[in-house]
């Protein structure tokens, strides 16, 4: 498990993996409502600072 810094070319990973976890529990991952920040990590939280996600 490494902790690395998020870069844009990951978002569709991040989807992915959002996608099999809310999945797994019965709620639909909605990417472009409930759950556009994490749908756009680049526009909600890379402006602040880095943003680091853990890859498995």
Request: contains cysteine; glycine residues 6%.
């Amino acid at each position: 498990m490494d902790i690395v810094k998020f870069n844009v070319d990951m978002q569709e990973q991040v989807n992915g993996f959002f996608e099999k976890c809310f999945s797994a529990v019965g709620i639909p991952y909605s990417p472009k409502d409930r759950h556009a920040d994490v749908a756009n990590v680049e526009s909600h939280y890379m402006n602040i600072e880095d943003f680091g996600i853990i890859m498995v």
